[in-house]
Structures are given as structure tokens and as C-alpha cells.
């Protein structure tokens, strides 16, 4: 079993993590750069060592620096908790050479998946439905001219090694796909040093649907159902629900009969999500496997009783799942609200400072993850969330009631935040009565979006 584990990330998700090891009396180690020596997870962990300064480089992916801390303080494993390196087949491999626990799949799982076109390969070989594309090596950008004229547009130009939005773009036209393909390809080599771009078809106003899986090392696998996370901005979720609205039982057991597909297809081991764009004739198509912890996974404990955390840390000590797929149902309705730093109506202009007031909503299901806290300083360095609302409900009526009031209520002070947008959104008619796709959002702040 393991015994004491390094949280190698920050803010509300270290703070879940050394939560859910506390619960299971694990010992927890936090790492920190010097500008986080106040942040919460540094409080709350057993032990907690300053690994660099503020620059993420030089601390939170500062891989030899992390490995070589959990080395000297005789760490079991490492959870790296989702961003920074939690996909990084790279430092899994250290782990594994160091003899230290990964918490999560294994290292040749995070390669094999983290590249987008090896990815969709192996799910063709799963029978998971994909959308038209081209697999091979792209030569350049005359090349995904030649391409698009092939699938026909509008198109989606992708950076293999690619995850939030970057190194993304849409061509509408073939007009447009030379200047948009060689965009893509800059922004994919400054944000993960790799140029390597692949094109399919683009499926116009989709749904995004995806399944939660969670895998032993025996070869157990079951899905804890499918979250609907369609209501993004620039590809970033904003607010995600659990289960999805408005999908057919027919659907929903697809989606879960080749989410377990290709879980098992991989030879997959731990927490991971399967994501899929659905058109609105319900087909769906894979985009990616998220092979890491997710921000919104707590929509699908609330509805499954399941602490997706503390599973990985049992498969990570080696044990087999401790439940069956029979055994898990759907439980009421959950929705996750994302609690960003941010002026949303500047233009999303980014906020820090001195949190001078602070409250947070509570009462029966009613669920808040932060890292914050009165007289927190909240500084430019990281991402702007601050905090998940989620809310849980016997049915989606009353989780709505649940987070309008939450969001109504909750207040955070000396900072700019999102939170009167996202109220927006939860009180618009779209939003209300379930039938929003990707795009609402560029739709509401266009102001073509009935509320």
C-alpha cells in the first residue's frame, strides 16, 4: 500500500489530492515555488519543500527537481493531478525508472494517447467512431491545402501534441487554410515545442460528451457515465453537467460500450476520459483521451458515489477495483461552475490581488473546491481559476435551483471574477432548458442568445 505520496501540482486540485489521502492515511508531500509558499496546499500538506521560483520551468515542471525532492524524502508515488506534467510521458517514465509510483496510466499509455493521430489510429483499430481525417505526415501548409480540398471544408487544423485550445484553428474556406495551418503550427511549437499539425473534418455547432473511465491493473474497466461539457469558450469548459441532457439511452449506451472499447484496446490503467463531439442527429466522434484527472470529475462522483481520487490511489497500490459496473448507478443530477479571476465582460481580462472578503455558499449539495481564502494574495504567475461550485440534485431542476442560489450568494472580494457571468449563462433560456452546443458562448456575448 502506498504510504506517502508527492502532490506534483498546485491550487485546488493539490488541495483534493492531499484531502483524499488524508482520508485514506496517506502522508502527503506538496511542492511549491517560491511565490506559492502561502497557498493553501502548502498549509495543509504533511510535508511541503519550495522547488523553484515562479516560473513554471523552474518549479512545477521542473522534472528532475521534483523527482529528485520525492527521492530524498523516501516518497512512494507521485500524483501529478491534471496541466503541468500529469501528461508528460516523459516524467511517468522517470517515475517508473526512479521506481516511484505514477498516478495515473502508464508512460507509453500517456505517449501513445497524447498523440493525436497514433490516438486515433488505435481507436479505427477499437471500432470507436472517428471523424474524417488524414492520418499521415502533413508536409506543410500547400500539403493541408491539398488535404482540405480531400475532406472538404470547414476543417479543424490540430497540433498532435496539442490540449487546451492551442494550436487550434478552424478553416472555413480553403482560402484560409494556408495562413490558419502555419498560425496553428506556431502556436503548437511555442506552447509544446513540436510543429507536427493534423486535419479532419470540422462538425459545425457539436456537442461535447465525454465518458469517465476508471481502470485497474488486472484489466477491470467501468465508466462512471458521460458529462455534457459543451458550454466552452476558446475550447477552455466553463460550466460542465452530469449526466448530459437530452440524449437517448440508445446514444448513452454507445457511448459507454466504446468508451470501454478502447480503454481496454490500450490496455489502460487508472482514471482517464474519453472525449467525444456529437452532432445534432446524436452521432459522435472521438477527439481525444485525457489521460489524467479532470477538473470537472467531481459532477461524476456526485452522481456515481464514487471518490475518483482515492481509486487511483488504490490502483495505484496495486488493488483491483472495488466495485463492478452493476454496481454503480446514476445518482440525481450534478453541475460544475468554474470560478475564474477574470473580467468576463472586459473582454475576459485576467484579475489578481488581495482577497479582502470572502464567502462561499453552502448546505445540502452543495460542493466547493478552492485553494483561496481570506487575505489570500492571489498573484499573475498561474491559471485564473479559483474555485469549482458544484451542486448536486435529485433531478437537473433542482441542481439548477442549487447553483443559481450558490452562485447568487457567493462572494469574493478585492478581485475581478466571472461569477455574475456565469450566473448569466445559468439563468439564459438555452442554458435552462438544455440545448446549447459549443458555441453559446460567442453566441451570448454577441448578444444572439435569447436569455
Not at 489524467?292 to 461524476?300: A, F, L, T
Not at 447553483?403 to 439564459?428: A, H, M, P, Y
Request: negative net charge; charged residues 25%; hydrophobic residues 40%.
Amino acid at each position: 500500500m502506498i504510504e506517502k505520496v508527492l502532490i506534483a501540482n498546485r491550487g485546488e486540485i493539490a488541495v483534493r489530492i492531499i484531502q483524499a489521502c488524508r482520508e485514506m492515511n496517506i502522508r502527503s508531500v506538496a511542492v511549491y515555488s517560491n511565490v506559492d509558499k502561502d497557498s493553501l496546499h502548502v498549509k495543509l500538506a504533511d510535508e511541503a519543500v519550495c522547488i523553484g521560483d515562479h516560473k513554471i520551468e523552474n518549479s512545477y515542471l521542473n522534472m528532475n527537481a521534483i523527482i529528485q525532492t520525492a527521492i530524498n524524502l523516501g516518497v512512494d508515488a507521485i500524483h501529478p493531478g491534471y496541466g503541468f506534467l500529469s501528461e508528460k510521458a516523459e516524467f511517468a517514465k522517470m517515475c517508473e525508472d526512479c521506481n516511484i509510483e505514477f498516478i495515473g496510466p502508464k508512460s507509453q499509455s500517456i505517449k501513445l494517447m497524447g498523440h493525436k493521430g497514433n490516438a486515433r489510429k488505435e481507436m479505427v483499430k477499437a471500432n470507436v467512431p472517428v471523424v474524417k481525417g488524414y492520418d499521415k505526415q502533413i508536409k506543410d501548409s500547400k500539403h493541408a491545402i491539398e488535404i482540405a480540398q480531400e475532406i472538404g471544408c470547414p476543417i479543424i487544423i490540430k497540433a498532435v501534441a496539442g490540449g487546451g485550445g492551442k494550436g487550434m484553428k478552424i478553416a472555413h474556406s480553403l482560402d484560409e487554410v494556408e495562413y490558419l495551418y502555419n498560425l496553428a503550427q506556431s502556436e503548437s511549437i511555442k506552447a509544446f515545442n513540436d510543429g507536427t499539425m493534423y486535419i479532419e473534418q470540422f462538425i459545425q455547432n457539436p456537442r461535447h460528451i465525454e465518458v469517465q473511465i476508471l481502470a485497474d491493473k488486472y484489466g477491470n474497466a467501468v465508466h462512471l457515465f458521460e458529462r455534457e461539457c459543451s458550454m466552452q469558450r476558446n475550447n477552455q469548459k466553463l460550466i460542465e453537467e452530469a449526466p448530459a441532457n437530452n440524449l437517448s439511452s440508445a446514444t448513452r449506451d454507445k457511448l459507454y460500450q466504446v468508451s470501454l472499447d478502447a480503454t481496454k484496446e490500450i490496455n489502460y490503467e487508472s482514471a482517464g476520459t474519453i472525449e467525444f463531439i456529437m452532432d445534432e442527429f446524436e452521432n459522435f466522434y472521438f477527439i481525444e483521451m485525457n489521460t489524467r484527472i479532470q477538473v470537472e470529475h467531481p459532477i461524476s462522483e456526485q452522481i456515481s458515489g464514487i471518490d475518483i481520487i482515492k481509486e487511483q490511489l488504490s490502483i495505484a497500490s496495486n488493488k483491483e477495483l472495488s466495485f463492478k459496473q452493476d454496481d454503480i448507478k446514476i445518482n440525481g443530477h450534478a453541475i460544475e461552475v468554474r470560478i475564474n479571476a477574470e473580467d468576463a465582460y472586459n473582454n475576459f481580462t485576467p484579475s489578481c490581488g488581495k482577497i479582502d472578503s470572502l464567502y462561499f455558499p453552502t448546505g445540502l449539495g452543495i460542493r466547493i473546491e478552492s485553494f483561496i481564502y481570506h487575505n489570500y494574495v492571489l498573484l499573475p504567475y498561474y491559471d485564473s481559476m479559483l474555485a469549482k461550485v458544484i451542486v448536486h440534485g435529485r433531478n437537473r431542476k433542482e441542481a439548477l435551483a442549487k447553483i443559481t442560489r450558490s452562485l447568487e450568494e457567493i462572494d469574493i472580494e478585492g478581485i475581478k471574477t466571472n461569477i455574475d457571468f456565469q450566473l448569466d449563462i445559468v439563468l439564459s433560456k438555452a442554458f435552462i432548458n438544455g440545448k446549447y452546443n459549443t458555441n453559446f458562448v460567442s453566441l451570448f456575448l454577441e448578444g444572439d442568445i435569447d436569455v
